[in-house]
T-cell receptor, first 119, second 109 residues
Framework: GAVVSQHPSWVICKSGTSVKIECRSLDFQATTMFWYRQFPKQSLMLMAT?????????EQGVEKDKFLINHASLTLSTLTVTSAHPEDSSFYIC???????????????FGPGTRLTVL | KNEVEQSPQNLTAQEGEFITINCSYS?????LHWLQQHPGGGIVSLFM???GKKKHGRLIATINIQEKHSSLHITASHPRDSAVYICAALTSGTYKYIFGTGTRLKVLA
């Protein structure tokens, strides 16, 4: 299957700082990328949908000024957690959907995740 | 009640056993996705199916659209199969995933 990478794989930061997480599709063009959050022993929760060249669509309850998403190219989306606090500590996972024929029916490929710990 | 329900939540099996994990959903879907998440957190896509049955190695996935039910089977289970298995319904219309809560599988040697 297609490969999606995330960087960094883990990060520890101080409260109040901002952290940027990158999501890259390595061998396909992703017109749409998704950002998920996962708390321990819980399932993934969709935070936002990111379309290349346009503003992200955030799910209800997700603060767009807190979680800044940029999808500037067909292979890269970034999530910036601004002014991070301990409650933002979580596992963040991105997925990318191939922009080829099939559109929204195309499979999403998941990145390996980024573990964020805010002290 | 969750829109995507999985059972069992936890499963311990002996090596070599045949394993079945079930997924029921109440939403309209365009496809159902089975995912595997290892302790480190990374997610691997196992199957994406919208009808019938798919097989890959020791893994088999089936779906019954009328009954809104899917199953994941593992034949001749092995300790390396130990992971969390997640079913994810790709909703028709919005094309977003709704995830089940996962089945935590432990296969003992």
């Amino acid at each position: 299957g297609a490969v999606v990478s995330q960087h960094p794989s883990w990060v520890i930061c101080k409260s109040g700082t901002s952290v940027k997480i990158e999501c890259r599709s390595l061998d396909f063009q992703a017109t749409t990328m998704f950002w998920y959050r996962q708390f321990p022993k819980q399932s993934l929760m969709l935070m936002a949908t990111s379309n290349e060249g346009s503003k992200a669509t955030y799910e209800q309850g997700v603060e767009k000024d807190k979680f800044l998403i940029n999808h500037a190219s067909l292979t890269l989306s970034t999530l910036t957690v601004t002014s991070a606090h301990p409650e933002d500590s979580s596992f963040y996972i991105c997925s990318a959907r191939d922009g080829g024929a099939g559109g929204p029916y195309n499979e999403q490929f998941f990145g390996p995740g980024t573990r964020l710990t805010v002290l | 009640k969750n829109e995507v329900e999985q059972s069992p939540q936890n499963l311990t099996a002996q090596e070599g056993e045949f394993i079945t994990i079930n997924c029921s959903y109440s939403v309209g879907i365009s496809a159902l996705h089975w995912l595997q998440q290892h302790p480190g957190g990374g997610i691997v896509s196992l199957f994406m199916l919208s009808s019938g049955k798919k097989k890959h190695g020791r893994l088999i996935a089936t779906i019954n659209i009328q009954e809104k039910h899917s199953s994941l089977h593992i034949t001749a289970s092995h300790p390396r199969d130990s992971a969390v298995y997640i079913c994810a319904a790709l909703t028709s219309g919005t094309y977003k995933y709704i995830f089940g809560t996962g089945t935590r599988l432990k296969v003992l040697a």
